[in-house]
Protein backbone atom coordinates (compact mmCIF):
# COMPACT_ATOMS: atom_id res chain seq x y z
CA UNK A 1 0.00 0.00 0.00
CA UNK A 2 1.31 3.49 -1.00
CA UNK A 3 1.73 6.05 1.50
CA UNK A 4 -1.15 8.59 2.36
CA UNK A 5 1.03 11.60 0.42
CA UNK A 6 0.89 9.37 -2.52
CA UNK A 7 -2.62 8.89 -2.10
CA UNK A 8 -3.61 12.28 -1.51
CA UNK A 9 -1.85 13.59 -4.52
CA UNK A 10 -2.50 10.89 -6.53
CA UNK A 11 -6.56 11.48 -5.94
CA UNK A 12 -5.77 15.38 -7.14
CA UNK A 13 -4.05 14.03 -10.15
CA UNK A 14 -7.49 11.79 -10.31
CA UNK A 15 -9.91 14.94 -9.85
CA UNK A 16 -8.36 17.24 -11.82
CA UNK A 17 -8.35 14.81 -14.73
CA UNK A 18 -12.28 14.40 -13.89
CA UNK A 19 -13.13 18.20 -14.05
CA UNK A 20 -15.82 19.58 -16.95
CA UNK A 21 -13.05 22.50 -18.46
CA UNK A 22 -16.04 24.00 -19.77
CA UNK A 23 -17.31 25.58 -16.42
CA UNK A 24 -14.22 26.88 -15.59
CA UNK A 25 -14.17 28.75 -18.68
CA UNK A 26 -18.12 29.63 -18.13
CA UNK A 27 -17.18 31.54 -14.46
CA UNK A 28 -14.15 33.33 -16.79
CA UNK A 29 -16.50 34.33 -19.02
CA UNK A 30 -19.18 35.59 -16.29
CA UNK A 31 -16.71 37.91 -14.28
CA UNK A 32 -14.87 39.23 -17.67
CA UNK A 33 -18.66 40.34 -18.51
CA UNK A 34 -18.86 41.35 -15.00
CA UNK A 35 -15.86 43.95 -15.62
CA UNK A 36 -16.49 44.86 -18.99
CA UNK A 37 -19.87 46.34 -17.77
CA UNK A 38 -18.64 48.04 -14.47
CA UNK A 39 -20.16 45.72 -12.41
CA UNK A 40 -18.42 45.11 -9.16
CA UNK A 41 -16.86 41.51 -7.68
CA UNK A 42 -18.45 40.51 -4.36
CA UNK A 43 -16.64 36.97 -2.81
CA UNK A 44 -18.04 35.01 0.41
CA UNK A 45 -17.26 31.40 1.71
CA UNK A 46 -17.20 30.10 5.25
CA UNK A 47 -14.52 28.89 7.18
CA UNK A 48 -11.88 28.21 4.33
CA UNK A 49 -14.03 29.99 1.68
CA UNK A 50 -13.92 33.26 3.66
CA UNK A 51 -10.00 32.90 3.59
CA UNK A 52 -10.18 32.38 -0.26
CA UNK A 53 -12.75 35.28 -0.38
CA UNK A 54 -9.76 37.33 1.08
CA UNK A 55 -7.46 36.27 -1.02
CA UNK A 56 -9.44 35.94 -4.13
CA UNK A 57 -10.83 39.52 -3.96
CA UNK A 58 -7.36 40.84 -3.64
CA UNK A 59 -6.00 38.94 -6.56
CA UNK A 60 -9.26 40.24 -8.93
CA UNK A 61 -8.26 43.67 -7.57
CA UNK A 62 -4.82 43.67 -7.96
CA UNK A 63 -4.03 41.56 -11.24
CA UNK A 64 -7.84 41.73 -12.81
CA UNK A 65 -8.57 45.28 -12.25
CA UNK A 66 -12.09 44.24 -10.95
CA UNK A 67 -13.49 46.12 -7.97
CA UNK A 68 -13.63 43.51 -5.61
CA UNK A 69 -14.53 42.78 -2.16
CA UNK A 70 -14.70 39.41 0.27
CA UNK A 71 -17.77 39.89 2.39
CA UNK A 72 -16.04 39.10 5.73
CA UNK A 73 -13.27 41.11 5.45
CA UNK A 74 -15.09 43.48 7.77
CA UNK A 75 -14.98 41.32 11.29
CA UNK A 76 -16.53 43.79 13.49
CA UNK A 77 -19.51 44.43 10.68
CA UNK A 78 -19.78 40.78 10.31
CA UNK A 79 -19.75 39.91 14.03
CA UNK A 80 -21.97 42.39 14.70
CA UNK A 81 -24.99 41.21 11.78
CA UNK A 82 -24.31 37.75 13.31
CA UNK A 83 -25.21 39.34 16.89
CA UNK A 84 -27.92 41.77 16.07
CA UNK A 85 -29.86 39.50 13.15
CA UNK A 86 -28.28 36.01 12.86
CA UNK A 87 -25.72 34.08 11.30
CA UNK A 88 -28.25 33.22 8.10
CA UNK A 89 -28.94 36.46 6.97
CA UNK A 90 -25.64 38.20 7.48
CA UNK A 91 -23.94 38.01 4.17
CA UNK A 92 -27.69 38.69 2.30
CA UNK A 93 -27.60 41.95 4.35
CA UNK A 94 -23.83 42.77 3.70
CA UNK A 95 -25.04 42.58 0.46
CA UNK A 96 -28.31 44.39 0.95
CA UNK A 97 -26.08 47.58 2.66
CA UNK A 98 -23.66 47.36 -0.37
CA UNK A 99 -26.30 48.38 -2.84
CA UNK A 100 -25.98 45.08 -4.69
CA UNK A 101 -27.04 45.60 -8.09
CA UNK A 102 -27.88 43.60 -11.70
CA UNK A 103 -24.04 44.89 -13.08
CA UNK A 104 -22.19 42.88 -9.87
CA UNK A 105 -21.50 39.31 -9.34
CA UNK A 106 -21.41 36.96 -6.21
CA UNK A 107 -18.79 34.41 -6.27
CA UNK A 108 -18.37 31.65 -3.91
CA UNK A 109 -16.70 29.26 -2.47
CA UNK A 110 -18.24 26.05 -0.86
CA UNK A 111 -17.54 22.63 0.04
CA UNK A 112 -20.94 21.65 -0.44
CA UNK A 113 -22.22 24.52 -1.94
CA UNK A 114 -25.00 24.61 0.42
CA UNK A 115 -28.07 23.43 1.64
CA UNK A 116 -31.41 24.68 3.19
CA UNK A 117 -33.76 21.69 3.84
CA UNK A 118 -30.37 20.15 5.58
CA UNK A 119 -30.01 23.83 7.28
CA UNK A 120 -25.82 23.21 5.64
CA UNK A 121 -24.26 26.96 4.95
CA UNK A 122 -27.88 28.70 5.02
CA UNK A 123 -26.21 31.80 5.48
CA UNK A 124 -24.41 31.06 1.92
CA UNK A 125 -27.80 29.82 0.20
CA UNK A 126 -29.58 32.95 1.37
CA UNK A 127 -26.62 35.32 -0.20
CA UNK A 128 -27.08 33.65 -3.20
CA UNK A 129 -30.73 33.90 -3.47
CA UNK A 130 -30.41 37.56 -2.86
CA UNK A 131 -28.33 37.79 -5.69
CA UNK A 132 -30.89 36.36 -7.63
CA UNK A 133 -33.55 38.91 -6.35
CA UNK A 134 -30.95 41.77 -7.51
CA UNK A 135 -30.61 40.31 -10.81
CA UNK A 136 -27.03 39.86 -10.13
CA UNK A 137 -24.45 37.13 -11.65
CA UNK A 138 -23.51 34.40 -9.47
CA UNK A 139 -20.41 32.31 -9.87
CA UNK A 140 -18.73 29.68 -7.83
CA UNK A 141 -16.80 26.65 -6.88
CA UNK A 142 -18.36 24.52 -4.26
CA UNK A 143 -17.24 20.22 -4.09
CA UNK A 144 -19.46 17.28 -3.96
CA UNK A 145 -22.41 17.86 -6.12
CA UNK A 146 -22.26 21.51 -6.11
CA UNK A 147 -25.79 21.87 -3.67
CA UNK A 148 -27.66 25.20 -3.88
CA UNK A 149 -24.85 26.75 -5.72
CA UNK A 150 -24.81 24.67 -8.72
CA UNK A 151 -28.46 25.08 -8.98
CA UNK A 152 -28.45 28.66 -9.16
CA UNK A 153 -25.86 29.91 -10.61
CA UNK A 154 -24.76 31.27 -13.85
CA UNK A 155 -21.34 29.34 -14.09
CA UNK A 156 -20.40 26.48 -11.20
CA UNK A 157 -17.08 24.56 -11.01
CA UNK A 158 -17.67 21.55 -9.45
CA UNK A 159 -14.76 19.31 -7.99
CA UNK A 160 -15.65 15.81 -8.52
CA UNK A 161 -15.09 13.30 -5.64
CA UNK A 162 -12.07 11.00 -5.45
CA UNK A 163 -12.39 9.82 -1.85
CA UNK A 164 -15.47 10.86 0.01
CA UNK A 165 -13.00 10.95 3.03
CA UNK A 166 -10.97 13.84 1.63
CA UNK A 167 -13.56 16.22 0.11
CA UNK A 168 -13.06 19.59 2.10
CA UNK A 169 -9.11 19.07 1.99
CA UNK A 170 -9.18 18.28 -1.77
CA UNK A 171 -12.18 20.68 -2.53
CA UNK A 172 -10.12 23.42 -0.57
CA UNK A 173 -7.24 23.20 -1.90
CA UNK A 174 -8.36 23.09 -5.92
CA UNK A 175 -10.27 26.38 -5.04
CA UNK A 176 -7.48 28.04 -4.68
CA UNK A 177 -6.00 26.15 -8.19
CA UNK A 178 -9.25 27.36 -9.74
CA UNK A 179 -9.16 30.81 -8.87
CA UNK A 180 -5.12 31.65 -9.46
CA UNK A 181 -6.21 30.21 -13.02
CA UNK A 182 -9.21 32.23 -13.37
CA UNK A 183 -7.23 35.54 -12.24
CA UNK A 184 -4.26 34.50 -14.86
CA UNK A 185 -7.11 33.82 -17.99
CA UNK A 186 -6.03 36.06 -20.97
CA UNK A 187 -9.64 37.26 -20.98
CA UNK A 188 -9.22 38.75 -17.25
CA UNK A 189 -5.11 39.17 -16.46
CA UNK A 190 -4.53 42.64 -16.90
CA UNK A 191 -1.30 42.81 -14.95
CA UNK A 192 1.65 40.65 -14.31
CA UNK A 193 2.04 39.10 -11.08
CA UNK A 194 5.28 40.63 -8.99
CA UNK A 195 7.48 37.58 -10.16
CA UNK A 196 6.54 37.17 -13.70
CA UNK A 197 6.84 40.77 -13.83
CA UNK A 198 10.61 41.31 -12.99
CA UNK A 199 13.51 40.64 -15.57
CA UNK A 200 14.66 36.85 -15.12
CA UNK A 201 18.16 36.23 -16.69
CA UNK A 202 17.83 33.00 -18.85
CA UNK A 203 19.96 30.74 -19.98
CA UNK A 204 21.34 30.92 -23.46
Known amino acids: MGSFTEQFLGDTVTVLGR ?17 HRGGRL ?25 ESYAVTDNVSELTARINDDGWDSSYANWLRASRLRSDDCLFVFSVG ?26 VGVAGRDGGALAQLADACIVIPTADPGLVTPQTEGLQAVMWHLIVSHPKLAASPAKWESMNVPTAD
Open 113 to 138: GGDIERKVSVNLVEAIRFARERQASV
Open 42 to 66: FLCGSGGGAGHASHAACDFRKLCDV
Open 19 to 35: LDYLTVEGVVDVVASTR
